[in-house]
Structure formats: C-alpha cells, structure tokens
C-alpha cells in the first residue's frame, strides 16, 4: 500500500452517552480509522488544559495517534457532547459551545506540514468559530494543489450557516454526507 499524509483537521470531543463518556468527534474517528490502514494521521485538534483534556490525550496515545497537531488551551474547556435517547433510541445531541477545538490556531508545526498532506478532512463543526474556520481555510489555500480535500458536511444543530456550507463545498473534491444532510443543503440553497 502507498503510504498517504493525511491531516484531520477539527473536533477532538467526549460524547457523553448514557452509558459512559466515548472519545470521538467525526475528523478525531476519521483520523483513527486512516491509522489503522497504516497512514501517516495528523489529527489537527484543540484540548483543554482540562481533566477531559488529559483523559483525551491519553485516549489518543492508547489509540496509536500521533499527538503533534494537537494544541492545549486554559482557557478553554475540551469538547463534549449530551447525547440523550428519545423513547425510539433514537440519539439527539447538544454540542457544547466554547470549548477548546473551537480555537486552533495557525501555528508553525501547520505552517510546515501542510507542505506534505497528501489529503486534509475536514467538517462543518470545527467552522462555528472565526479562529478555527480561518486556520481550516489558510491550511486549505497552502495545501499542495494535488491534495485532496474530504468535506465531510455532518451538520449538527445550531452549529453551521449557509455561507461556512458554501465555502466549505467549494473547496472540496469529496464530499460525504447523509440523506438528511443532502435534503438540508439543497432547501438552503435551493433558487427557485
């Protein structure tokens, strides 16, 4: 297999389940699975100086993934998620805002490594907050112009806008997205 640089650039979080606290976050799931195929994984991420931000990275490194994209903020709180059941099991979520992925920043490890991705992933949620979505958007435009860009839209409530799905949208070569996502995007920017 032909080895790939692959950077996962959003949420690293705890969904908290009724059962117990799961790491996960779609880009964090994303850049473990590419791992485990034998990828070079870069998980773009912020923590929180935190006791979840402790438990996480220590998550991570049972996981296998390399933890030089991850980034550490005070005062900021690492990503969660409620995840509560309707009487169907059906899962509805409340994303915590202000937390930690929400502030990547650009700093010189990027700066550097972007140079080398063969592929960038990235979502919708990490975009809610300027910090973040312009650090995605300057890795995006210095990005190898062979580099494949994976748009994976995972819309969540309350965390997305029509203009961060557009940009998003025009700056991807694959997208991923479910049935209800499909039927969401086409009334935002259906003209008619």
């Known amino acids: 297999m032909n080895q790939k640089t692959i950077l996962s650039f959003g949420e690293v979080l705890w969904d908290l389940l009724p059962e117990?606290?799961?790491i996960g976050g779609a880009p964090c799931n994303f850049a473990f699975r590419m791992h485990n195929r034998g990828h070079r994984s870069?998980?773009?991420s912020s923590l929180g100086s935190d006791t979840n931000g402790t438990k996480a990275q220590k998550e991570l490194i049972r996981l296998g993934l390399p933890l030089?994209?991850?980034?550490?903020?005070?005062?900021?709180?690492?990503?969660t998620v409620e995840v509560s059941l309707?009487?169907?099991?059906?899962?509805?979520?409340?994303i915590v805002p202000g937390v930690a992925y929400d502030q990547i920043e650009l700093n010189p490890y990027l700066e550097k490594i972007i140079s080398e991705v063969d592929v960038i992933y990235f979502?919708?949620?990490?975009?809610r907050s300027t910090r973040s979505r312009d650090t995605l958007h300057w890795l995006l435009n210095h990005s190898p112009t062979c580099a494949v860009k994976v748009y994976d839209v995972n819309l969540r409530k309350n965390c997305y806008n029509k203009q961060t799905i557009q940009e998003s949208l025009l700056q991807a070569d694959i997208l991923k997205l479910s049935d209800e996502e499909t039927d969401e995007s086409c009334e935002l920017f259906w003209v008619g």
């Open 20 to 22: 117990g606290a799961v």
């Open 123 to 127: 979502g919708t949620l990490a975009q």
């Open 86 to 94: 309707d009487a169907d099991r059906n899962p509805n979520y409340y």
């Open 68 to 79: 030089e994209g991850l980034q550490f903020v005070s005062q900021f709180p690492t990503g």
């Open 42 to 44: 870069i998980m773009v």
